[in-house]
Structure formats: C-alpha cells, structure tokens
C-alpha cells in the first residue's frame, strides 16, 4: 500500500531481501514523478507501470539422515516479478507471476522441476482510511513465514500460509491517537482452481507422491476451500508503532476453510504472534519473534495441529545472524490414530549489499516423522524495482 505502513498490506506479498528482519518488503513503490511547474513538488502521473523483481538461489545439502536417501543435494531457484498498473492514485491492478520448484526431489537435483504459474491477479482499491480488493491473492494470516529468519526458519511456517486464493477482501486502518498503527483485515475466498492455476514448464500430475504444485488444480481434486464457492473465510488484526513500545509489532488471526469435495472435515485455525525489535546500540538491534497456531480439523482431516515457533535475529549494519526453532505437533484421529511431534532448530548468518544482494549461509537439524536429518546452504537473494 501507498500510504500504509507495512502491517497494513494487502494482499499479502513476499519479502525483498533484507537485512533479515523483513523491514524492506516487496512494496509497490513510485515508478515515475515529474516536477509541478507551478508548486515545484513532487506529483504522480496516471497510468503508471511499476512493479518489483525478486530472485533466490538455494543450494542445500543434506549431511547427515536416518533415511540415507534423503542425503541429496538439491540447487533451485525462488523467483517472483511483481507489475502494477496504477489507474489512478486510489485504483490500481496487479499481478505477480512465480516460478519455483514444484516437486520434492527424489535425488541429487541442480536446477529441476520448476514450474512457472501467476501467482496473483488483483484490481484494488485503496485510500487513507481503507482498501477494498478482489481477484487472485493470499489472504492475510500469520506474519511468521514473513518474519521467521533466513534460510530455515519458516520452512515448517509456511505450511500454514494461505495463497492462491480467488475472491473479495478489505483492510480497515485503525490508528487511535497515541496508540499506534492497526488494521483489521478480511476475505472471502475459495482455492484457485480455474484455468488460472495452470502452470508451464514442469507440470506435475495431481496425487503424485512428489507433487507440491499441480499442473492445474480442479473442484474434483479436493482440499479445504477448493468449493469454487465463497464460503472460506480468514480475518487478522495487526497492530505497530506504538509508541508506549516501539519496535513491537502482534497479529492476531482466525480462519475458516469449507471442506472440499474429498474431506470429511471443514477447517479452523487461529494464530497469534509477537516480534519486538530492541535497539542495543547504533546499528545494534535484536529482534525476538514468537507465533503460535492451532487448527482443528487441519486439512480438513479428523487431525489437529499446533505449531510453536521462537527466533531471535541479531543485526548490525549489513550482518545478521539467527537462530530459530520451530515445534510441530500433528495428532491424527480417527481408526489409525497416530501423532507426530516433529521439530527444527536452525542457525544462519548474512551480509547484505547495498545495492541489494544478500548472501546467507545456514545449518539446520529438524525431525519429520521420526527420522531426524541435517542439512547445510547457502543462498543468494537479489531484488530491485522499476
């Protein structure tokens, strides 16, 4: 958004690199400005095209697992490109396209199984006090999978992270003398499953073991919100800039998801999180993070889950350093009851240009359904604007 702080967003969208602790974000920002010959200020003119480029190169390789075949080397690429259109100052349409990996790796794998798919598609409207918006986008639900640090950290988070969403939603700016910045947001949604979630490049079928992403989502596949009907629903209160505790920041979430045609179950989760940046000394700042998130019927299964995650980030001038761990319990019900308590701690570091490269390194041990692994990275990341 133009004129609201970050925690007012929406539609929610992925981070630019930073110096970790998601202070530049993927914002739509000014594209093109002339000079007022009368006044000598700065002023817009319309239409306008802008938008942002993102790119993230992973090299991970697993050193040490229970399971031997999952001791593989895996380099892929994360990359986003973000346009505006902006109609008027308060109307604007935009739309992000991805391309990522969308299959698990069966071995060794440099490069492979990415697929490239439009991720969102919107017309918003937005003014001082509000914004409305409608199309293909992710609802506001949790600030963890943004907020978690590099490279680890929000690997279990973004189970939950709702995307790819069609339908209708709204931000309320709430900001009481004295208290800070909050917005209170909403949608109505069901899961893309028109033609607009096809994909090219890699196109993997539906139901096969090693499918993050289908070529193309359909009613008849399933899965909670996938009704083509607007009967899932999530909502969120954000909160910055107070000023009797600067630096802290909370979200507060709820969510509903209609069962689909293959579930037995309709969904509801509920998320809440704090993230305090504490500054220790010029260009010294530390940064504890903590969401908790809890679903009944996740999935739309006879299943709970409930994910603990805690990180603190350290940052100096261009470094960073920062450890995380996140605890995720999935108990299953039902004829097979079963529970899975499974864990990750990781640690990385980074320097981050100024012209706006970042480089990481990382180490992580995590536990997923018994079998405990290590794995060691590296990345880059590289955005900019235009």
């Given at each position: ?18 110096r ?5 974000r993927?914002g ?18 319309y ?17 040490r ?23 008027t ?20 794998r ?15 409207y937005?003014?001082d ?30 189970d ?70 607007l009967?899932s ?12 505790a ?40 530390l ?29 100096y ?16 019900r ?15 570091a ?6 706006g490269l970042g ?28």
């Amino acid at each position: 958004m133009r004129r609201f702080s970050g925690i007012l967003r929406q539609p929610e969208v992925a981070p630019v690199p930073d110096r970790q602790g998601g202070k530049m974000r993927w914002g739509l920002v000014v594209a093109a400005a002339v000079v007022s010959s009368q006044s000598g200020a700065l002023a817009q003119t319309y239409p306008l095209i802008k938008g942002e480029f993102q790119t993230r190169i992973q090299s991970d390789y697993t050193v040490r697992s229970k399971d031997k075949s999952q001791e593989i080397s895996d380099t892929f690429t994360k990359t986003e490109f973000g346009v505006e259109l902006g109609l008027t100052e308060e109307f604007s349409v935009r739309s992000k396209f991805k391309l990522e990996p969308v299959k698990a790796p069966d071995g060794d794998r440099f490069f492979g199984d990415h697929g490239l798919w439009l991720d969102e598609l919107l017309v918003q409207y937005e003014n001082d006090s509000f914004s409305l918006f409608a199309g293909k986008f992710h609802p506001k639900f949790s600030f963890g999978y943004d907020k978690a640090p590099y490279i680890y950290g929000r690997d279990f988070v973004e189970d939950y992270e709702l995307t790819e969403k069609i339908g209708i939603g709204g931000s309320l700016k709430i900001a009481p003398e004295g208290w800070g910045e909050h917005a209170l947001t909403g949608a109505v949604y069901f899961q893309d499953s028109t033609p607009l979630s096809n994909s090219a490049l890699s196109r993997p079928r539906f139901g096969d073991p090693r499918t993050d992403r289908p070529a193309r989502l359909r009613k008849r596949d399933g899965g909670v919100s996938n009704t083509r009907t607007l009967e899932s629903f999530a909502l969120s209160l954000d909160g910055a800039d107070m000023p009797f505790a600067p630096g802290l920041e909370y979200t507060v979430g709820y969510r509903y998801q209609k069962r689909g045609e293959t579930e037995g179950f309709d969904e509801k989760g509920f998320v809440a999180g704090l993230a305090y940046a504490i500054e220790l000394a010029d260009e010294l700042t530390l940064t504890p993070m903590v969401e908790y998130a809890d679903f009944q019927k996740f999935e739309g299964a006879d299943a709970s889950a409930r994910y603990l995650t805690g990180s603190l980030l350290l940052e100096y001038g261009p470094w960073s350093a920062s450890t995380s761990y996140t605890g995720r319990r999935i108990k299953v019900r039902g004829d097979e009851p079963s529970t899975d308590d499974d864990r990750l701690f990781q640690v990385s570091a980074g320097y981050t240009f100024d012209f706006g490269l970042g480089l990481y390194v990382g180490w992580k041990n995590q536990r997923v359904a018994g079998v405990s692994s290590d794995t060691v990275g590296a990345m880059a990341i590289y955005g900019f604007k235009f």
